[in-house]
């Protein structure tokens, strides 16, 4: 096993990796991207804070990009490929994704009309709960889904076993859950990438010696309080990581480039000794201790 550990002490020396600086540049004008796109929710986990950290370890070219863990989308948008698959195994997920692709406008003209309120908050939130639910179009679906994201509290996305959005309500002065600029920028990257809901699996029948493949899984928890595991009513534990590795495997042999993301613990250093690890630094914004918020070591390991 290879392990190494990024230092960023010196980052007016360092560069990004000029050929794919070239391709965000030349897809950004093809698909006619105006602004810079982002993730439109609050993701747990969201790696839009170690993108620099990650960027090192990237590869030099990337013709085909798959992300079976699609979640906030930070690496897609980062990238902004010219050909993706998004695959994530949330159908509230992909569905917010296909509304943004196909119907941005009218999207935002749902978004405007949201409040932000405890009661009404409530109101929307316990819409899941009610046999009309499956009445409610895929854009008033996807209309709930970035408000209740921007209003919770701390922005996560939590489900119980029922599948039904249990966090409460975030109590921001002015949460913005109609980012029009943003939303726009992101329906233009979305165009010419195919949206997929299914397991991480899935990306098995994608892959190819072109592809590049990153895998963001729900985390090991590293303490009692770590787990946050429950985007989906289905808990992601030891044997789905095993599962994945195996993934990571089959990908590997296909002769894809796979870089994949997760805790720095015994278990996926173990689990993953044969190939390259890189250790990198997260800032832990989401843990009911106060104190133990702060820099943690999490991992990427490389198959090439």
């Known amino acids: 096993m290879e392990l190494?550990?990024?230092?960023?002490?010196?980052?007016?020396?360092?560069?990004?990796?000029s050929v794919l600086i070239e391709k965000r540049i030349k897809n950004r004008k093809f698909k006619k991207i105006v602004g810079n796109p982002?993730?439109?929710?609050k993701w747990a986990g969201g790696k839009r804070q170690?993108?620099?950290?990650?960027?090192?370890?990237?590869?030099?070219?990337?013709?085909?990009?798959?992300?079976?863990?699609?979640?906030?989308?930070?690496?897609?948008?980062?990238?902004?490929?010219?050909f993706a698959i998004l695959i994530d195994n949330n159908p509230v997920l992909i569905n917010t994704y296909n509304v943004i692709k196909n119907n941005v406008n009218e999207l935002l003209k749902l978004l405007e009309k949201h409040e932000?309120?405890?009661?009404?908050?409530?109101?929307?939130?316990?819409?899941?709960?009610?046999?009309?639910?499956?009445?409610?179009?895929?854009?008033?679906?996807?209309?709930?889904?970035?408000?209740?994201?921007?209003c919770c509290y701390n922005g996560l996305y939590r489900v119980n076993?029922?599948?039904?959005?249990?966090?409460?309500?975030?109590?921001?002065?002015?949460?913005i859950f109609c980012d029009k600029e943003n939303l726009l920028a992101v329906h233009q990257s979305l165009q010419n990438v195919e949206l997929i809901c299914d397991s991480f699996e899935k990306v098995t029948e994608f892959a190819t010696e072109n592809s590049f493949i990153y895998m963001d899984p729900p985390y090991v928890p590293i303490s009692d309080t770590a787990s946050f595991t429950s985007y989906t009513k289905e808990d992601f534990g030891k044997e789905q990581q095993i599962k994945l590795k195996?993934?990571?495997?089959?990908?590997?042999?296909?002769?894809?480039?796979?870089?994949?993301?997760?805790?720095?613990?015994?278990?996926?250093l173990d689990l993953y000794e044969k190939y390259k690890i890189k250790i990198v630094y997260a800032t832990r914004a989401i843990n009911s201790n106060a104190s133990k918020r702060g820099k943690i070591k999490e991992i990427l390991i490389l198959n090439y």
């Open 4 to 17: 190494t550990e990024f230092v960023d002490d010196n980052k007016e020396k360092r560069t990004q990796n």
């Open 161 to 175: 076993k029922k599948g039904q959005f249990n966090v409460p309500f975030g109590r921001y002065k002015n949460p």
């Open 116 to 150: 932000n309120n405890s009661e009404y908050y409530y109101n929307i939130r316990s819409l899941d709960r009610h046999p009309d639910f499956d009445k409610l179009s895929d854009i008033e679906k996807a209309s709930r889904t970035i408000y209740l994201n921007r």
């Open 38 to 41: 982002h993730p439109f929710l």
């Open 50 to 82: 170690l993108i620099e950290q990650y960027d090192e370890y990237l590869p030099n070219d990337i013709e085909e990009y798959i992300e079976p863990f699609v979640g906030g989308g930070a690496m897609f948008f980062y990238l902004l490929p010219d």
């Open 246 to 268: 195996k993934v990571f495997e089959t990908l590997d042999k296909k002769g894809s480039k796979v870089m994949l993301s997760n805790s720095y613990c015994e278990f996926i």
